[in-house]
T-cell receptor, first 114, second 114 residues
Framework: GGIITQTPKFLIGQEGQKLTLKCQQN?????MYWYRQDSGKGLRLIYY???????QKGDLSEGYDASREKKSSFSLTVTSAQKNEMAVFLCASSIPTVSNERLFFGHGTKLSVL | GDSVTQTEGQVALSEEDFLTIHCNYSASGYPALFWYVQYPGEGPQFLFRASRDKEKGSSRGFEATYDKGTTSFHLRKASVQESDSAVYYCALGSLSGSFNKLTFGAGTRLAVCP
């Protein structure tokens, strides 16, 4: 089996601050994802990457940047934190070649902006 | 675009009650359908999937049947336990190039009282 590790678990930032979230996976999966989870809104895709150095925008990419310098890692940057923003950011990975293959998720990073 | 609707935002049951969580989808083509479960403090984890009409997916006593006619994939369990308390997400998946696009519903929070 494998695991997805997200750091930090909790992130507190100030309005306007640039904040970076990190994700590591040891499944050796090609595709990695960042989702944002808000209460009552489900999971929304921010960025995904199908291989090292590839980046693709999801439905919610505005206000975020991403980086995939190694196959095993995928980072997400909040470019300017919004006051009172509170959400959980979930990293996931999968094998891209099968249309109904499942995603494996990390435990999330909970962001609070003061 | 693709969408998933979960009718119930919250469900409260007693142990041994019957559970139904409704899921309806809208998509072009023939998407794969999934249920994911998220326990407190963890990321969502795959429960099961179905890929074709009338196929039944099941795991841990939960089951759902793919119904293309009513565009539904309702989650059912005959007798819930307190340990089933979690958030349940219905999702549809489609392959876009080499990318597994998962569209999630808003989630249903299940609380089971002993």
């Amino acid at each position: 089996g494998g695991i997805i590790t997200q750091t930090p678990k909790f992130l507190i930032g100030q309005e306007g601050q640039k904040l970076t979230l990190k994700c590591q996976q040891n499944f050796n999966h090609d595709t990695m994802y960042w989702y944002r989870q808000d209460s009552g809104k489900g999971l929304r895709l921010i960025y995904y990457s199908i291989t090292e150095n590839d980046l693709q925008k999801g439905d919610l990419s505005e206000g975020y940047d991403a980086s995939r310098e190694k196959k095993s890692s995928f980072s997400l940057t909040v470019t300017s934190a919004q006051k009172n923003e509170m959400a959980v950011f979930l990293c996931a990975s999968s094998i891209p070649t099968v249309s109904n293959e499942r995603l494996f998720f990390g435990h999330g990073t909970k962001l609070s902006v003061l | 675009g693709d969408s998933v609707t979960q009718t119930e935002g919250q469900v409260a049951l007693s142990e041994e009650d019957f559970l139904t969580i409704h899921c309806n989808y809208s998509a072009s083509g023939y998407p794969a359908l999934f249920w994911y479960v998220q326990y407190p403090g963890e990321g969502p984890q795959f429960l099961f999937r179905a890929s074709r009409d009338k196929e039944k997916g099941s795991s841990r006593g939960f089951e759902a049947t793919y119904d293309k006619g009513t565009t539904s994939f309702h989650l059912r369990k005959a007798s819930v336990q307190e340990s089933d308390s979690a958030v349940y997400y219905c999702a549809l998946g489609s392959l876009s190039g080499s990318f597994n696009k998962l569209t999630f519903g808003a989630g249903t929070r299940l609380a089971v009282c002993p």
